[in-house]
Each structure stands twice: as C-alpha cells, then as structure tokens.
C-alpha cells in the first residue's frame, strides 16, 4: 500500500466523527494521521476568528506566519470557509490528499455547522419560552389578586347599597307614614342613584368574572313571569322618571330553565338600556313565548334606534355610541352577551334609527 493509498484509507475515518464538543479536535487529530503539521485552522465564512483551532491561536488568517496549505470548505459548491494546516514542505501528493480531505470535512462539517444553528435557535426558543411562562405566571397570579379584590369590594358596596334601596322602598310605599309629592320625588331620586351605582358595580365584577373565566351557573327551573316582573319592579323608578309606559305581554306558565340571577341581570341590562334610549314618554314593550324549543323575551323601545353600521358593535366592551352619555360604561351589553352565550343562547337585534330597537334573547328550553 502506498502512501497515497494509505491516506485515502484514513480519510475515510473523518465519517465516523459525530458532532460532539471537541470536534475541532478530533479532525485535526485524524489529520495528524495523515499528514506531519504544526497547527490548524478552520475558519467559517464572514468570521474572522477561527472556529476550530489546533496547536496555535491566531486571529486572523492574516495572522497566520508560516507557510500553509489551503483548501475551501465547499457544501453544494460554494465556499462556506476555509480548512488550513502550516508547516513546511508540503508535497504536490500532500496537497491533492488535503484537497481530499477538506471535500470530507466540509460535508460533516456543514452538518456540524447547522448543528450548531439548530441547538443555538434552540436554546434561545427554550430561554424565551421560559421567560414568557414565567411572565405569564406572574400575570395570572396578578389577574387573581384583581379578581379577588374587585369580588371582595364590589360586595362591601353592594351591602349598604341594598340596605338604601330597601330602606327607600319602605318609605315609598308609606309603612312608615303618608308623604308628600315632593318626599316621594326625592325618594324615587335616592332610589334611582342608588340603583345607577349597584349597576355599575354589577357590570364591573360581571366583566372581571367573565374575563377571568369565573363565571358559573347556576341553574334552577322558575316562571318566566316572575323573573321579568321582579327586573321590572326594580326599573320602576327610572320609568317614573322619564314617563315611560312599559306594557308586557307574559304568559303565567311559561318555564325556564337557567340561572336565576343571571337572567335578572341579562333582564336588567336590556330593560335599562331600553328606558336610557328612549325620550320622556315613550313606550317599552316586554314579551315573552315559548316557540317549538325555544323560549323568546323580547324587549322592544321606540327610542333613538341604533344605526345599522353599529349593530354589532355595540356588543363590544367600553363601546357607547354617545359619549357623553352619563351613568354609563358601556359593559352592559358586552356582558349581556356574554351571559346569554354562556346559557348556550342566542341573541337579536332589530332597530331602526329614529324609530326603535328591539332586542330578542332566545333561550333553549333544554
Ligand atoms: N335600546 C337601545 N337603543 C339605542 N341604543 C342602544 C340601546 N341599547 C344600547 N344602545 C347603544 O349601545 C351602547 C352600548 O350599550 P351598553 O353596553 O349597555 O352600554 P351603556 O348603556 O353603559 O352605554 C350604548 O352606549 C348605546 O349607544
Ligand atoms: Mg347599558
């Protein structure tokens, strides 16, 4: 076997280096088997520090004060860098089995190179990944402390809110003695701001809830009748205010199945959207049936209507088409709606500027 031979042999042997830690050594180590050299480099494209050195540090290849064999690093032939051994007389045999040599390199080379890339995209995807968990815990346990806080808050003010309205409930029907026309204006006053604030407190732990996911139900059977007469008792105030007639149109046996407070609120929501947008003496009109499995509570107003361009919008959260319009936070119907899907209901809107909205939630009877 000549050297030739024996080198070809040899080379062979760079297929079985595998893409370890101390690569850069075990090439250089099986180019000592071949060839007799001081020191080596590999050096990468567009870097001006070798990537893998042997024996001697330099910077550059500039740097480089002896003579040298070179040989392009080529993957699909285009030089992706440059494998170089020093030393003296190197032979035109020398410099053909080098030439064979880097074309092995290169290949596993390549390979080691988008390794390389691989685990660096790697291990920045995994740091990133954790930062972004370790974000996300913190704004969970965040979002918690929040949701908690506004529960425990929102029930500290509700306490004494309803104590006011029963209070004022009491007075109004006179248990307590006769009142005089403008005693009994005050109180339906006292009775409407009061009212105005448990609704916003309502819609603010609905809307924390409901972000949050914490929205449960509980569902019971009751009549339908009930459940809309008590929501129209309590918007009774804002009716006499603005006289506003409200007629209704509910049977006595029809039953629904769903959550009780719930549907109140749902109830509440519309109703005191209803009387809010529509002018002094206008008419509302509540109506519930019952049609194949489906049940229908539909809440009709001849107020200022809503434009057909804003129809769905007005479902979004913070959403008012008046700005300037008080009492308001525009959550109303975000949550609206949000309740009625949650009951896995449905709801309409039918409105024509000027002349009125309609609004129709449908319930499954189940
Ligand atoms: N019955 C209605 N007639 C006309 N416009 C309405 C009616 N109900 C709701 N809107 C419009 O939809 C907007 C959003 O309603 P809502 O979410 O209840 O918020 P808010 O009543 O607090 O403003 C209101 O600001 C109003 O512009
Ligand atoms: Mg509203």
């Known amino acids: 076997m000549n050297r030739f031979e024996k080198a070809l042999d040899l080379i062979c042997e760079f297929n079985k280096i595998n893409n370890s830690e101390n690569f850069g050594e075990q090439i250089f180590s099986n180019l000592k088997k071949i060839f007799r050299f001081n020191s080596g480099y590999i050096f990468y494209t567009n870097s001006t520090k070798p ?62 190179e988008i390794s390389k890339i691989l685990k660096m995209q790697i291990h920045a995807f995994q740091e990133g990944f954790d930062k972004v968990k370790k974000s996300n815990e913190k704004i969970t346990k965040l979002e918690k402390t929040k949701t908690d806080f506004i529960s425990r808050i929102s029930h500290e003010l509700r306490t004494p809110l309803n104590s006011i309205l029963g209070f004022s409930d009491l007075l109004e029907k006179e248990f307590v003695g006769k009142l005089n026309n403008k005693q009994k204006e005050y109180i339906n006053d006292i009775k409407i701001s009061a009212l105005h604030l448990l609704g916003v407190i309502n819609e603010v732990l609905d809307i924390t809830k409901i972000e949050a996911n914490a929205m449960k139900l509980n569902i019971t059977h009751f009549s339908a009748q009930q459940a809309l007469n008590e929501v129209i008792n309590v918007i009774k105030p804002l009716l006499i205010k603005k006289h506003q007639t409200l007629n209704t149109k509910i049977p006595e046996d029809i039953e629904i199945k769903a959550d009780y407070q719930k549907l109140r609120q749902i109830l509440f929501n519309l109703l005191s959207n209803a009387v809010k947008y529509t002018r002094e003496n206008g008419k509302i009109i509540v109506k519930c049936i019952k049609k194949e499995n489906k049940i229908y509570i539909s809440i009709k107003d001849n107020g200022i209507g809503i434009e057909k361009k804003n129809l769905k919008k007005i479902f979004n959260k913070f959403e008012q088409l008046d700005r300037n319009q008080e009492n308001s936070t525009g959550l109303g119907l975000a949550i609206t709606k949000e309740l009625v899907k949650l009951h896995r209901g449905a709801i309409k809107l039918v409105s024509i500027p000027e002349k009125g909205s309609t609004f129709t939630v449908i319930l499954p009877i189940q």
């Open 51 to 112: 990537e893998y050195f042997f024996n001697k540090k330099v910077n550059s290849i500039n740097d480089i004060d002896e003579s040298y064999l070179i040989e392009d690093l080529l993957y699909k032939k285009t030089p992706f860098g440059k494998i170089i051994i020093t030393g003296s007389n190197f032979s035109e045999n020398d410099k053909k089995i080098f030439k064979a040599c880097a074309s092995v390199i290169a290949n596993i080379t390549k390979d080691e």
